[in-house]
């Protein structure tokens, strides 16, 4: 480090200032710095917009249009189509070589595990009452991380342990384990796969095109999210089993593509027998009552919920009864998939010739009352029969 | 010295009040012997003023609860001076008199005998939050408290279960403070979901005292207070069929109906718009107009 001190000794400065040189010198040598390729490579300046009076506009508007006409349009085309409510969905991460790339900082995959992260937290966040497992393509074998289950943290927790990678990555072998895994769920649920898929290439033990048809004779819809480049046979895996690939092209849209998969896909009705489930919704535990839970097989004070059949304690819902295999629920979680079942109807967007003639608008946005002197774009709804800002 | 930086200055205490007050004439008028609506107001205006007070940079906004609509009645950060509550009152007035005339329009609400629209005036006060959020990194904390006494309109349930989630994820709170005969279970639900403080004070004639104890505080302070705890929320679903609260029932897989006794079909599958009418047990005929297969 160069020594700067204020009150500037001379003799320190001069020499502070020729260690800088070279150190300068070295660094051109060496490559340049993560800092400096922000700059150099990748120009971090060209994505600053401006608006009318030459301020910096601090968030990009076209971005954030263009995301919500991308939402709309999915809501429009899926407003009255069925779900799959209840789903079973495996993440297959892809651990082989080509995850330690460094095209995304520091590596591909823990990237890949921080947006699984997020994803597992969101989709326990829109369906409760599905699972997911995780299994991992490393030295080209598939293993299975963590089985099927409801809890965000086990997962997390089991991934963020095992983050190392090298050896080849067997898209086929995944497809196999995760079929045999499938088998065993109830005939109501809907079998998903979501695939990372890092690697340029597979190494498979046979035929792969056997594997795809027995997963669509199974039933299992399998979606890729691949981190390098469009392959034939994933994007022909997604097609005869229908699901859907997208390949990423930097961190924020690698985002966008994997959350996407959160909300419940369209389903296809044969898919999933209709069934009626047995569930049950447990009551909250009084505050000072002390008991054994049935999940850590300990003491706990106070809150928990007790299985109406066999009146275990457990310790969170949604969750299944250890004792008695009871689905447990509570209504908030039935709840928050009516969501998906009852969408709201989509604004429409009022055009500009209307904004143009002040007098047609009235004053204040309906939702927030900010001015709508300067509207930027407005939205009118028919059941609300007014007006609505964008953001 | 260089002078102070203005995020100094908006400490962790400056909060953003959203109240909602139920203006439900049906209400107030079933009520009347007990307590009438001019003594509520006076409790809540002596209470927004003592918000008011408590830092100078408090924010307060009503909505008023109507049967047929919601509206903004009053915000203390619009003005050039900071007004007192009281300035409420001639806006209340005025939305009152409209609510009431797009009553004798249409009769039929569909929201349940006298219930007010409680799911509006959330959606609002979340708006109007949001707004808030996104005028920069420097704000105050929001929070939402809910004055109502109005029975729940079952209608309107999956419209607030939707606003409490939202306002879960955005990590509003919100409170309640019932002053009806019954208890609400919708927000006992929103109180715990989103963690705020539910009460149904016994004695209506100190209700400016529950306020002022129980939800005059800020967000950070909460955490060295001992507020009153959720008791007895209780999650029960009731059944489609019968409208009793069932603790185990069975579940339509396509559609999520509860049903208390297991039965051939699912009678609320076949009134969605293309959805195929659910039997049980049977894999389902393909029907070219409800499933579509996405690629």
Known sequence: ?391 | MSPPVPSKILTDDVSLLMVLIDSNPHFWSSIKPHFSFSKFLSHVLAFLNSILLLNQLNQVVVIATGINSCGYVFDSSSGSVSQRAESLLPKLEEFAENDESLSERDDDSGNGVGSSLLSGSLSMALCYIQRVFRSGPLHPQPRIICLHGSPDGPGQYVAIMNSIFSAQRSMVPIDSCVIGIQHSAFLQQASYITGGVYLKPQQLDGLFQYLATVFATDLHSRNFLQLPKPVGVDFRASCFCHKNTIDMGFICSVCLSIFCKHQKKCSTCGMLPNVCRSIFGQAQTRDPSASQQRK
Request: hydrophobic residues 35%; contains cysteine.
């Open chain 1, 1 to 391: 480090m160069m020594n700067r001190d204020i009150n500037g000794e001379g003799r320190k400065l001069n020499r502070g200032e020729e260690e800088e040189e070279e150190d300068e010198d070295e660094e051109s040598g060496r490559g340049r710095d993560a800092w400096e390729r922000a700059y150099a490579d990748e120009r971090s300046w060209e994505s600053l917009q401006e608006d009318e009076s030459g301020l910096l506009r601090p968030i990009d508007n076209k971005a954030l249009h263009h995301a919500q006409y991308r939402r709309r349009l999915r809501t429009a085309t899926t407003a009255g189509i069925q779900k799959g409510l209840i789903r079973y969905l495996y993440i297959v991460i892809d651990l082989s070589r080509a995850a330690g790339e460094m095209d995304y900082k520091p590596s591909r995959m823990v990237v890949v595990a921080r947006q699984v992260e997020a994803f597992i937290r969101e989709f326990f966040d829109q369906n409760p009452l599905s699972q997911i497992g995780l299994v991992t393509l490393k030295d080209g074998v598939a293993q299975c991380l963590t089985d099927l289950g409801g809890s965000p943290e086990s997962h997390i927790k089991a991934l963020m342990g095992k983050l190392e990678c090298s050896g080849d990555s067997s898209l086929q072998n995944g497809l196999d384990l995760v079929h045999d895994l499938l088998n065993q769920i109830p005939s109501y649920g809907h079998r998903e796969v979501l695939i990372l898929y890092s690697a340029l290439s597979t190494c498979d033990p046979g035929d792969i095109m056997e594997t795809i048809q027995k997963c669509k004779g199974a039933k299992i819809r399998c979606s890729i999210v691949g981190l390098s480049a469009e392959l034939y046979i994933c994007k022909y895996l997604c097609q005869e089993t229908g699901g859907l690939y997208s390949v990423a092209l930097d961190e924020p849209h690698l985002k966008e593509l994997v959350l996407e998969h959160a909300p419940p896909p369209p389903a296809i009705a044969e898919f999933a027998i209709a069934n009626l489930i047995k569930m049950g919704f447990p009551q909250r535990a009084a505050e000072g009552v002390i008991s054994i839970c049935s999940c850590h097989k300990e003491a706990k004070f106070g809150g928990g919920y007790t299985c109406p059949r066999c009146k275990a304690r457990v310790c969170e819902l949604p969750t299944e009864c250890r004792i008695c295999g009871l689905t447990l629920v509570s209504s908030p979680h039935l709840a928050r998939s009516y969501h998906h079942l009852f969408p709201i109807t989509p604004f429409d967007d009022v055009s500009p010739s209307i904004t143009n003639i002040p007098q047609k608008l009235p004053k204040s946005c309906f939702g927030c009352q900010q001015s709508l002197l300067n509207p930027g774009s407005l939205f009118f709804s028919t059941e609300i029969a007014n007006f609505q800002k964008l953001d």
